[in-house]
């Protein structure tokens, strides 16, 4: 099981990664909107059900 914080671990879901990552999870950890927006990363509203999400 690999667990992301706030984004999901790049190399968790390529390549070699992706076989050993096991099951994908992402946690909210409280960083706002702003501070992805200011990076320039879209990440939409992941979090709008769960605080812990799981990735295919």
Do not use: C, W
């Not at 914080?5 to 070699?16: C, H, N, Q, S, V």
């Amino acid at each position: 099981m690999t667990l992301g914080l706030g984004l999901p671990k790049i190399g968790a879901g390529r390549g070699e990664g992706r076989r050993f990552a096991g099951q994908r999870l992402l946690a909210d950890i409280g960083i706002p909107p702003a501070a992805y927006q200011r990076l320039g990363i879209e990440v939409g509203n992941v979090f709008r059900h769960a605080s812990i999400v799981s990735l295919p």
